[in-house]
């Protein structure tokens, strides 16, 4: 296929990629933020992706973990009709016959169609981290018509006809509407809102760890121009990375109470990025003018960046307004100590805590801010682990999970698939500690793609009576549950332990015969050729590594998981291993139970029944969501306070 100046359309595709390759992006203050590459120009090396035994390992290990740890398997497997261990069963008998682009697609269909965007593989990606169109496409409704609309056009560019504003009509030939649905069965959500909205943020973000390149290498896109006619323009995918950022998640000591999607906070990132590098740098200075009613009024950043605070004003009046991207947190305390002394600066006669697109983060600090809001007793969220005998001896082998241990032990005499529900991290008076810091009404702004301590978060806002909640889809994420990485879980499983006496041994940089007759005494025979690594920092303690042969054992001192010392075979008895290198696994190790009105009721699947499903509009997509926002102050005007 050829232009109309002939030229090969595979050709001008190249040249315009190669054409953006190795190009820094900077923030206003030189920051270097992100770069683009061309995407699949440069020669990949011929060496296989995944090895064999590398794939074999990864659906082990992935098979085990479903199997043995996931929290969701039997709900899953009885509501989406799917089962996802029997399927990776299959996917080992052909293993060696597959090429590494096939061994990929397979293996996350597979994920996918377990239906929680917490069960995440990401895996090695030779081209880069992902592939991006210039442009943002949103939805909005004109009456009761659903559009598609360019919101976002990424600065510098070099496009022919299209602008922000255009319509959208056809996604290579295909109505986007029906494309953006078709799209969905590649992503994860646990219910039908969240998986379209999920299909339509990554339309033009693709990250190659998990969907490798994108099939098409260019998109032809059929939109509305500014005057209103027919137009159509190509667009390659040009390869993108924000490696120079700090990575996501930042889980400080939150190992085991994580909520979150990295994919989202990547995506997210990403898009500051490409709209706002500004943001990277400092808070800029307030403009004079003021902004359009419905439009906030950002007066400054709280918790590293995790909330923007400020004012907005409607027709109906002046109101506190917050912006939460997520709820990240080294500490527990960390947001409500940052939020605390913010709220008392605020307008008191209403706030609007809008959380869309809210990534997560650490469960416990995010429902402790509920407290904030309210005159009464908060009661948090509980969780539970499934019964099995590998979740067993992991609450037996570390106090984190002691709290679990007596209901794990009943369970087992009484056949109950599940443990009690608990709070995930200390009691109910924990969440109580501080009170309420904010005396005026709250009204709680949503939408489908807001995640996991988001999802737990709006359910705790529902049933401690604290407001109303507008959800700009027909429901949230619907993702209830505690996620953990494939790392986490290893930490948490060691194979045995030893006397905590031993460290000087291992400081010492020798394997001791003292050392030597531990390995013994637990059935493990180590060599005269084992040789002892030097301790690195790790998880807040030490690790080692012990070398025996082709065998690399692991030895970590952890002092706030156990006072003894940790091992880690390099063939684990149980059947667990590190994945090889390069290969991120996450899945629900906990799933959350809703409380009060709701006690009981799980979140995943079934999320959140708003008060209020809002339609956005052309304005709220193309001028700051300012429809959306009266709507809010309205919602506030004679509210009851709590």
Known sequence: MADNNGVPVEADNRKAAEQQAAEIIRSPAGLEIAKTFALGVAPVDAAMVYSIEDRQRVLAQVSFALDNFYVHLPRKKSIYGFDAVRALALLRLRVETLTDGEFHESLVEILARV?????????????????????????CWDNSNKLHVVTKIDAGANLKALSVGARVSHWNGIPIDRYVRLNANLFDGGNEAASVARSLAFLTHR???????????????????????????RFA??????ATLPSAPALGRNLTGFGGDVLLMD??????????????????????????????VILGRGANGVFDYGTLTTHDGTFAYLRFWSFSAN????????????????????LVFDMRGNTGGYIAAGERLLQLFTAGPIVPARFQFRITDATRAMAEASDEFARWRPS??????????????????????????????????VVLISDALAFSTADIFAGGFIDNGIGKVICTDANMAAAGGNNWGWDVV???????????????????????????????????????EATLSAGRPQYDG??????????????????WMSADLEVYLAKSPAGLADLPTGIYLSLTMRRALRVKANEGRVLEDVGIVPDIVYHMTLRDVLDKNQDLLERAGKELVGAAVV
Do not use: C
Not at 115 to 139: N, Q
Not at 548 to 556: I, K, N, P, T, Y
């Open 115 to 139: 239906r929680d965007r917490h069960v995440m593989f990401f895996g090695r990606a030779p081209y880069g981290f992902s592939a991006v169109l210039p442009l943002t496409i949103e939805t």
């Open 408 to 441: 794990f032990v009943e369970a087992f005499g009484t056949g109950e698939e599940y443990t009690r529900g608990i709070p995930i991290e200390g009691d109910d008076a924990d969440y109580n500690k501080v009170g309420r810091k904010y005396a005026g009404p």
């Open 237 to 242: 995918w040009t390869g993108f990375d924000t």
């Open 207 to 233: 990250p190659l760890t998990q969907f490798g390149p994108p099939l098409e290498e260019w998109v032809d896109l059929r939109f509305l121009d500014k005057n209103g006619a027919i137009a159509e323009e």
């Open 267 to 296: 995506l997210q990132k990403a898009r500051r990025v490409r709209s706002a590098p500004q943001t990277f740098d400092a808070l800029q200075p307030l403009q004079h003018a003021a902004p359009p009613l419905g439009v906030p």
């Open 490 to 528: 290893r930490l948490f499983n060691p194979d045995f332990r030893v006397d905590g006496k031993f460290k000087g041994d291992f400081n010492s940089g020798k394997l001791s015969k003292q050392v030597m007759d531990a390995f013994n005494a637990a059935g493990i025979s180590l060599s005269n």
């Open 331 to 350: 500490n527990v305390d960390d947001l409500v100590d940052a939020l605390a002394p913010v709220l008392g600066t605020l307008p008191q006669n209403g």
């Open 542 to 559: 030490t690790v080692w590594s012990i070398q025996d042969g082709a065998l690399s054992h692991l030895v970590r001192d952890v002092p």
